[in-house]
């Protein structure tokens, strides 16, 4: 479940979003879109991190795996597909997609991280962000 607040001033689709933890952290609304995107997909056991206090560089990683490369490929398509469709911005760079383990979509305030399963297991790249509040994204 999100918590919507107001938009920040000078943060124009921000919005505050509650954590597992009971924290609050400003995400972009993109981000929570490209997590439900990938959840529409049937990424797994897709997650979004709050990194503004823990990383300072991006708001956001929304981490996502799928079972194979051919997953991988249509969650990134589905991913960009959505958020163009809800903020009409692609993603500045998307590195990865040759070999497809692992793809990463730099939105600026936001990452998306698609991963193969092995691939996510052997970076970890939640226990490496442990202390990131994990947001309820669901609803």
Do not use: C
Request: cysteine-free.
């Amino acid at each position: 479940m999100t918590v919507p607040a107001k938009a920040e001033p000078g943060r124009p689709g921000s919005l505050a979003t509650a954590s597992d933890r009971g924290e609050e952290s400003t995400v972009p609304t993109e981000a929570l879109v490209a997590a439900r995107a990938a959840d529409e997909k049937l990424g797994t056991d897709t997650v979004v991190l709050g990194m503004d206090e823990a990383l300072g560089v991006v708001d956001a990683f929304v981490i996502t795996s799928g079972r194979n490369t051919r997953q991988v490929q249509a969650l990134v398509e589905e991913i960009e597909k959505q958020v163009k469709a809800d903020g009409g911005r692609a993603p500045t760079s998307i590195e990865g997609l040759r070999d497809s383990s692992w793809v990463l979509m730099d939105y600026g305030d936001f990452l998306v991280h698609v991963f193969m399963e092995e691939t996510r297991s052997f970076y970890d790249l939640e226990h490496l962000w442990s202390a990131a509040p994990r947001l309820r994204w669901q609803a």
